[in-house]
């Protein structure tokens, strides 16, 4: 019996038809189909793919044991989500060992700060493993500002806005062009960081992108409680004939 | 009569089915079709679509009148290139004006780096534009590598090799993971940059991602000569649980 394939499929921003041809085609073909999730939350990646499904297609939630219950700093939180990314990798190996392919689901691009890496580099050398890229958040974020984000030889920065102030400020100086991640709670932190290296101005910010909620503003007319998942983009001003 | 459109529309990396489902359709259905390239070439973003368009489509290949000729540096660089995108943003919105949808191959992301961003700026508020943003080369170079680009809370920075090498050096002693594009003929310098901020060994050079002709290699073992749109990656080693 031959072995299964265990696919990392990019979706993409959020829109369905961001997601790429050969995604779609594994998305509407998938007998076997897993995503990480929120307990008690329908996630993101599923959400995306609603409508797309096979009628006899089978699921698997892998809902996070914890998100913001410990900080990240605990011990605790690497070693519970360590053995939870361990029993999932030993499900889908399972299945692809039984000759089953599955497909995951990765918000934006599988390789770009996203949770497959933790099942990838579990499984790479056990089963086959192919990932399939997509449209990062942040291509999506930017093109919703209706701007380029890079031009000539801009330098491009991508933060976490889970670092500390002073690192935000000093990367944020040294940049031509910048994009912020995982924003929620550190708001007000990189609205300081941004004001101080005078670049709050310049700044704006997008939840949701290319989703149907999605919201552009400057960023110094954000609310105070933006998503988790909002970006915060700051265009280069490279050269441009 | 109401106007056309411009569509910048993004392929991804180079695969055909990396291009979105909404960009599939959209050059699938153009009746009129643009598209950069060098003179006497055929170009990377029509040779990505052959096989796909219409058999009336009209193709206006935008041939650019300059490359490597004359220094970026020199201002007859930015005057010829200047007049080259003013007459075809001017040919594009006499088309829209005249009610005619157009759409303009963009290879990537059109917002990143891209040539398209110097029509979209002559066309912004003078006719409607709409920007599909598409998988970056970039994204197609670090999953060639087959090892995720960023994890936790590293810092990305992205480089053209243009600059000059005390900055590259600077920038890529400072961050956790590097993405270095337009590579050709500054290879030697990249490499000394590189090594002397003792990154060289942990580098990879893909040339040509995502399409037929892809080689991924550790950047030690690359040739003297690769092409301009190789990219370089150095992957980051952020938190994984």
């Known amino acids: 019996m031959s072995r299964g394939t265990v696919y990392g499929v990019g979706l993409g921003p959020g829109a369905a038809d961001l997601m790429s041809v050969r995604a779609d085609r594994l998305v509407r073909g998938a007998a076997h189909l897993a995503y990480f999730r929120k307990a008690g939350r329908a996630g993101q990646a599923r959400t995306i793919v609603e409508g797309m499904l096979r009628a006899d297609v089978q699921e698997y939630p892998m809902e996070y044991p914890v998100t913001t219950e410990i900080p990240v700093t605990d011990p605790r939180y690497a070693e519970v989500l360590s053995g939870f990314y361990?029993?999932?990798?030993?499900?889908?190996?399972?299945?692809?060992?039984?000759?089953?392919?599955?497909?995951?689901?990765?918000?934006?691009?599988?390789?770009?700060?996203?949770?497959?890496?933790?099942?990838?580099?579990?499984?790479?050398?056990?089963?086959?493993?192919?990932?399939?890229?997509?449209?990062?958040?942040?291509?999506?974020?930017?093109?919703?500002?209706?701007?380029?984000?890079?031009?000539?030889?801009?330098?491009?920065?991508?933060?976490?806005?889970?670092?500390?102030?002073?690192?935000?400020?000093?990367?944020?100086?040294?940049?031509?062009?910048?994009?912020?991640?995982?924003?929620g709670r550190h708001l007000p932190k990189l609205r300081r960081a941004l004001a101080a290296a005078g670049k709050l101005g310049a700044a704006w910010l997008v939840e949701h992108a290319q989703m149907p909620q999605e919201r552009v503003m400057p960023l110094f007319e954000a609310p105070e409680q933006v998503p988790y998942f909002s970006i915060v983009v700051v265009h280069g001003q490279g050269r441009r004939p």
Chains 1, 2 share one sequence.
Request: some cysteine; glycine content about 10%; proline content about 5%.
């Open 86 to 183: 361990a029993d999932w990798a030993a499900k889908l190996r399972d299945l692809a060992e039984g000759g089953t392919d599955v497909v995951v689901l990765c918000e934006g691009d599988p390789f770009f700060y996203g949770s497959f890496m933790h099942l990838h580099s579990r499984l790479q050398g056990a089963v086959p493993v192919e990932v399939v890229p997509g449209i990062t958040g942040m291509s999506g974020a930017w093109t919703a500002t209706g701007k380029p984000v890079t031009w000539g030889e801009d330098v491009l920065t991508v933060l976490m806005a889970t670092l500390p102030e002073e690192v935000l400020h000093d990367r944020i100086v040294a940049t031509d062009a910048l994009v912020v991640m995982k924003i």
